[in-house]
């Protein structure tokens, strides 16, 4: 029985990186979630958008290494960010005016606004694969590492080792800013106040004064900084493929609807949901049972309750179960 | 509803296209295109009934598609006895268990007072259900896959006839459509349209994963083909007559009758299934289904069950798709899992209905015909366009060489543009519903 070994390798292998990829998820489907809540349609161009602000900062990081710019032991990408949040406003706002305004204008109905997504999440495509291929790009640089296998060994003196990538640290610390960041906007400012107040009821909110069309300037602008943000993390985690960011969709959706659609908090409650069943059903457990059952009792099989291919049908098992029981979500959201 | 001069003017208009195709680019490829484009109406045909008669939004039909391809195989491919000795009785066993656990956690779900008593018994038969099939399924997966991995290492179909897979095809996507629908229909549309996302890429993994089931990634191949390959047609003298008639070599005139084959073939189908739409569209039936589509809340005060009738319609739509995907595959002679891609299996699907004409089912098939062609002539179009546009830099600029590299992804940007131009302006599509 080592039950210091079994925590350090489930942390190593699952806890840490699915704390990460929850964290890229909950900024994603916060993007979906007000979306949802203040335009009123389901995004489906949401993960190929996230797909074209990464490549506009992966552009931007190239440009500042071939200058020679970097920020030490960060990786450069960091810098470009306000550059990709800055094309990104600019490309959603413009999507916005010559797309959807005119949906709105003529009061359409909400699958118009799905359909008109589509035809977005098309063109948003094409033009990612016009810049980047279909391949795969790294672009992390700097410090890989903040603390190694080798390193967390020696220090620790258990057989079990633990790393922490710099792109995990970096995607929960970023994540845990712009959450707060994000409440205090909804909570405190006036323009968030707006937004909810439209959320709520649009009515109402346009009788006391509110102009609608500045609120969905807002709610493009927040969403460009949230995609571009996730993206980047996402990107700098685990390389970027424009395919991988149409395959998020699925388990973004899962988590916005989970956490209850149109609720902030429960889009990223949903997130690291979804985030930490998907790895722990796909994860074996072999080692880690290993290590808290006593000598002689260790499993001989794999312990792994799916293959990793069947992450979405996690996702889709969960989707399925909160539709059934739930389909308000878990912080009792707005039913589609 | 018949055609107007105008839609049958839209019709010839794109056979003439279709035609000049054949004089000026070749034959074959303008045969190619018309087989297409018949599987892609039929497809278009299944999404119009969806969306067209009752508004239902459906995002999943590359999995549709894929479920109808996967009973080629099982119908089609001679069974492999080695196989099904090995392991074969472990894994419908195993299965059955799968079933059986799903069906226990349903009847302790359904019996039991809610509270957690029933949570517990919920997780416990799931659990045993779990650690038994595993026991069952596993080790007679990887004694099948074991088999002659090279070239099977899987089951095997039924040995039957190919044609017989294409009703079975719609059998299957039938099924998976009601298991979707039962749990998403009744909730409002967007619902509907993100577990169909979620079950298509699971079929997916499915057929990648479990190589038992039809070799996974490694692809079945030599499915039997419902028509005459062209190897087999080359000796045959009305062919040999025929090329020298028409002037063309042998194995081109051998290769187009073949796939003139197929066209009648597909022709066929479609024009069955269109003759049955219409039918369906202006019966009582397809009035109901419109009614419930335009007015969901006077129909149900009407005392139409909206849920039960959108189930029924999903059901049927998705079969039209189940048939079109096993159609395809036995045309092509082979399931590759890795070629199923949302982008062109589901949402090139719903620009052709959107540009068609929603609700009109010469519209769909019309719209297939013509996004099927943008969708293979916009390739060499924006080669050719990049050509020009990068005519001016030297040859070997790494600016003109990405260019060109990229010609290939305009044919996105062009499907999304055609997308929202006619949402924005022509919303009814090129031949609207009346």
Redesign the interface.
């Known amino acids: 029985m080592e039950p210091l070994n079994a925590l350090v390798s489930v942390s190593n292998f699952m806890l840490i990186p699915a704390f990460a990829y929850g964290s890229q998820l909950a900024l994603g489907a916060l993007g979906i979630t007000l979306i949802f809540s203040i335009l009123r349609?389901?995004h489906?161009a949401h993960g190929d958008t996230m797909a074209l602000g990464t490549a506009a900062v992966i552009g931007g990081t190239f440009f500042l290494q071939a200058q020679g710019v970097t920020i030490g032991r960060l990786p450069t990408a960091l810098l470009a960010i306000p550059f990709g949040i800055v094309v990104m406003i600019l490309y959603l706002l413009a999507a916005d005016k010559?797309?959807y305004k005119?949906?709105r204008k003529v009061k359409a109905k909400?699958?118009?606004f799905?359909?008109?997504s589509?035809?977005?999440?098309?063109?948003?495509?094409?033009?990612t694969?016009?810049?980047m291929?279909v391949g795969e790009t790294r672009f992390e640089d700097g410090e890989r590492f903040l603390f190694t296998v080798r390193e967390f060994r020696d220090w620790s003196g258990l057989a079990e080792g633990m790393a922490l990538r710099s792109a995990q640290a970096i995607t929960i610390l970023t994540a845990l800013i712009v959450m707060v960041a994000l409440f205090w906007f909804l909570n405190r400012t006036r323009a968030g106040k707006s937004m909810r107040a439209y959320s709520d009821n649009e009515d109402l909110a346009l009788l006391s004064g509110i102009n609608p069309e500045r609120v969905v300037v807002i709610t493009w602008t927040i969403t460009a900084i949230l995609l571009v943000l996730a993206g980047t993390l996402y990107g700098l985690d685990k390389g970027f493929r424009p395919f991988n960011y149409?395959?998020l969709?699925?388990p973004m959706?899962?988590a916005a609807?989970l956490g209850g659609l149109g609720s902030p908090l429960g889009a990223i409650v949903g997130a690291y949901v979804v985030a930490f069943a998907e790895m722990g059903i796909t994860y074996a457990w072999r080692r880690v049972f290993g290590y808290l059952m006593p000598d002689g009792l260790e499993p001989t099989s794999m312990m792994q309750?799916l293959?990793v291919?069947?992450k979405?049908?996690v996702?889709?098992a969960i989707?399925?179960i909160v539709?059934?029981f739930r389909?308000t979500g878990i912080f009792k959201g707005k039913?589609? | 509803m018949s055609l107007t001069a105008r839609d049958l003017g839209l019709f010839a208009i794109m056979f003439a296209v279709l035609a000049m195709v054949a004089m000026f680019q070749s034959p074959q490829l303008a045969v190619t295109i018309l087989n297409m484009s018949l599987i892609s109406a039929i497809m278009a045909l299944g999404v119009n009934m969806q969306w067209g008669y009752a508004g239902l939004f459906n995002v999943g039909i590359m999995g549709f598609t894929a479920v109808g391809g996967l009973a080629v195989v099982l119908v089609a491919q001679p069974p492999v006895p080695e196989a099904w000795a090995a392991g074969g009785l472990g894994i419908l066993l195993g299965l059955m268990l799968g079933v059986a656990t799903i069906l226990g956690a349903v009847v302790v779900y359904k019996r039991m007072a809610p509270g957690r008593m029933r949570g517990a018994a919920i997780f416990a038969v799931v659990a045993v259900g779990y650690l038994v099939t595993s026991q069952v399924f596993g080790p007679a997966k990887q004694a099948v896959q074991a088999v002659n991995p090279a070239s099977e290492g899987y089951l095997g179909g039924a040995g039957l006839p190919v044609i017989l897979a294409w009703p079975v095809g719609a059998v299957f996507a039938a099924g998976v459509a009601w298991l979707v629908g039962k749990v998403s229909l009744g909730l409002r549309s967007d619902y509907l349209a993100i577990a169909t996302l979620g079950i298509s890429e699971i079929v997916i993994a499915v057929l990648k994963h479990e190589r038992w089931l039809a070799r996974g990634v490694n692809n079945v191949t030599g499915i039997e083909r419902p028509v005459a390959r062209p190897i087999e047609l080359q000796p045959v003298p009305w062919v040999q007559s025929l090329a020298e008639t028409l002037g063309w070599s042998v194995s081109q005139t051998a290769s187009v009758v073949s796939g003139l084959g197929y066209s009648a073939l597909f022709l066929i189908v479609l024009a069955i299934l269109i003759w049955l739409a219409e039918r369906a569209l202006n019966s009582p039936w397809g009035r109901m289904m419109r009614a419930i589509r335009d007015n969901e809340v006077s129909a149900r005060a009407m005392g139409k069950d909206v849920t039960r009738r959108h189930l029924m319609i999903f059901v049927l739509g998705s079969a039209v798709c189940g048939l079109a995907g096993a159609m395809m595959v036995s045309m092509d002679g082979q399931l590759t899992p890795g070629s199923y891609e949302p982008l062109r299996f589901t949402f090139l699907i719903w620009v052709m209905v959107i540009v068609g004409g929603s609700g009109n089912n010469w519209g769909a098939v019309l719209g297939a015909f013509v996004i099927w062609f943008l969708w293979v002539q916009v390739e060499p179009a924006g080669r050719w366009f990049m050509d020009m546009v990068t005519s001016g830099m030297a040859l070997d600029s790494d600016l003109r060489r990405h260019l060109l590299d990229s010609a290939a992804y305009m044919r996105l940007l062009t499907m999304g543009v055609a997308l929202l131009l006619m949402l924005r302006f022509a919303p009814r599509g090129l031949i609207p519903e009346r």
């Open positions: 349609f389901a489906f010559l797309v005119y949906f909400p699958l118009t799905v359909m008109a589509l035809g977005v999440m098309f063109v948003t495509n094409g033009i694969r016009l810049f291929g149409f395959q969709l699925l959706f899962a609807i309750l293959p291919d069947y979405f049908a996702t889709f989707l399925v539709l059934l389909p039913v589609l």
